[in-house]
């Protein structure tokens, strides 16, 4: 196992928490799950640490763990556990970010690492199995969505992360391709989209009140208790109050560029329109609902695979070729389909 100190810290938080400090045990090594300057993540049994970014928003994260500890959202996410006291930080610890709700989140910060990084502790879940993908949980994700979506805010929440995220990767790409010509239909695509959904504007009052998990994908389920309890959403670090067809927008982009067979979208966008959520319109095209939003996702997977493929100096691959080869049709396209999407 790595053995950085945030990582020591984490497997030493881990470990604590999975039984009493009284009892003896020949507990196996805590495991490295993820180690990334976005989050580092241990598991120790059933406890998993999180360290988030350095630069997180320490408040807003506050309010979101709070989110996931919400009665309101039981069943819907994963609920923390408690970070021991000697790590608890103090509500002075850092100051409210601007635009911050106004009512603080009835949750204490989370805890820090030696180095500063806020800590967090979840139950561990059994993810899904990437070597089945007949298994794959999409209607299991839509009826989650759904539900998430028509929750009301159990209390003031930050915005929802995903606009950001799809402007910070425009911005890797910019970093690491400066002036390469291949990149122009990703920026072109980005140029071509509402002030919104580049993260330069609020979006729509009427879109922007809804529950949002911010990041979704197959990997933010898991079976909990494991194996084989119900699935949940995991990782709210981008949850928030926002647009819910970011929250189909991945799988919708998925599907538009070939990646995601007709079959499996119907599946996951069926499953959200029989749990009521309130994304797309309940019959017809859902497309006007989610052309923004899946326009979003699908430059900011091309951005990242152009940022990736020059951080580990090669071309992209035959999938990633597929999204940037999405944006060339995206760039032709008018900003919005709909007045009512408009920024």
């Known amino acids: 196992m790595t053995t950085t100190p945030v ?3 984490l497997g030493d938080l881990a470990h604590a928490g999975s039984h009493a400090r009284t009892v003896a045990c020949d507990c196996p090594p805590p495991r490295v799950l993820a180690d990334r300057p976005d989050g580092t993540v241990v598991r120790s049994g059933p406890v998993v640490a999180k360290a988030h970014a350095p630069d997180t928003d320490r408040p807003a994260l506050a309010s979101r763990i709070a989110l996931a500890a919400a009665p309101l959202l039981a069943g819907i996410l994963l609920p923390p556990l408690p970070v021991p006291a000697p790590l608890q930080a103090p509500e002075t610890a850092a100051p409210p970010a601007p635009g911050r709700p106004a009512g603080a989140p009835p949750a204490a910060l989370p805890g820090v690492t030696p180095d500063g990084r806020p800590v967090s502790l979840w139950p561990h879940g059994e993810p899904v199995d990437p070597s089945d993908p007949d298994a794959a949980p999409w209607e299991e994700a839509g009826a989650l969505l759904a539900r998430l979506h028509r929750a009301p805010p159990p ?27 291949d990149t122009a239909p990703v920026l072109a695509a980005w140029r071509g989209l509402p002030a919104w959904a580049r993260d ?47 929250d189909l927008a991945r799988p919708a982009a998925w599907y538009a560029a070939g990646l995601l067979a007709p079959e499996v979208w119907l599946r996951f966008l069926d499953a959200y329109r029989a749990a009521g959520g309130p994304a797309v319109r309940a019959e017809g095209d859902p497309w006007p609902d989610l052309d ?52």
């Open 292 to 343: 923004v939003a899946a326009r979003a996702l699908t430059v900011q997977t091309a951005a990242l695979a152009f940022a990736k493929s020059a951080a580990e100096g090669r071309s992209p691959d035959e999938v990633e070729q597929l999204m940037i080869d999405a944006c060339v049709r995206i760039a032709s396209l008018p900003p919005e389909l709909t007045p009512e999407l408009s920024s």
């Open 200 to 246: 330069e504007a609020p979006a729509n009052g009427l879109r922007a009140r809804f529950v949002c998990h911010g990041d979704l994908h197959l990997g933010q389920l898991v079976r909990h208790p494991a194996p084989h309890g119900p699935w949940l959403l995991i990782d709210v670090d981008d949850a928030g109050l926002g647009d819910p067809a970011w």
């Open 7 to 9: 990582v020591r810290v």
């Open 155 to 181: 209390h003031p929440l930050p915005p929802m992360r995903g606009p950001a995220k799809a402007a910070r990767a425009v911005a890797r790409m910019r970093a690491a391709r400066p002036g390469d010509p």
